[in-house]
């Protein structure tokens, strides 16, 4: 089984022209920093859309999370909004894969490019093969796309910086010069422990469904 992302930039349009070039070297960016959670690959196509093909589906949800909270951190002109993606996460067998991921084919590709059709103003969705596993993952993963849609830049910049190693407090504090207290504050308001245990469940989900298959 993998997991399957298919992105697009939310209001790619209102992007200036010479801004596009930084909103493609954050991606790029990116796509090397989070290889480390679990090796994927990843394509960008229609210029302001993106799939990921990624090897570990129970990694696949924290990766999809940081993708949202990098291009949030490294907006460059606020003024013409926030940069963001919708994201739909699917699960399942990969049953053709050729050299490029777009024209690859199987139930992951298919969950995931059905759900973003069908995702409206919702930015984070996650379709798998199992009936309870989709019953429960609906409800809580609402939740935290709300709680990712108010993450101001700097609190969405220290997410990354904790979520994607599991960095610690004191460690991040260090990276970018300030205070324990403050990373704390921050990751607070962010409601960064409740990210960390929808992951922790997320996890616990797949990989289940997956011993049990």
Not at 53 to 74: Q, S, V, Y
């Amino acid at each position: 089984m993998k997991g399957i992302i298919t992105g697009d930039i939310v209001d790619s349009s209102q992007i200036k022209p010479q801004y596009r070039g930084e909103l493609l070297n954050c991606l790029s960016t990116m796509e090397e920093d989070l290889q480390c959670i679990s090796p994927f690959k990843m394509e960008m196509f229609r210029g302001d859309s993106f799939q990921l093909l990624i090897e570990d589906p129970c990694a696949a949800m924290r990766i999809a999370i940081l993708l949202r909270a990098g291009l949030i951190h490294h907006t460059v002109n606020k003024e013409d909004g926030i940069w963001d993606a919708r994201i739909s996460l699917g699960i399942g067998n990969v049953e053709f894969l050729s050299e490029k991921i777009v024209t690859s084919d199987g139930e992951a590709f298919q969950y995931s490019g059905r759900q973003l059709d069908i995702m409206g103003k919702q930015r984070l969705a996650v379709k798998t093969p199992w009936k309870d596993a989709n019953e429960e993952l609906e409800l809580s993963t609402s939740f935290i796309d709300d709680i990712i849609n108010g993450w101001s830049s700097k609190q969405a910049g220290l997410i990354y910086l904790t979520l994607r190693q599991d960095t610690p407090k004191k460690e991040v504090a260090q990276l970018i010069g300030t205070s324990v207290q403050n990373v704390r504050n921050v990751l607070s308001s962010a409601k960064e422990h409740l990210v960390r245990k929808y992951l922790d469940r997320y996890h616990e989900i797949i990989n289940s469904h997956q011993n049990n298959a």
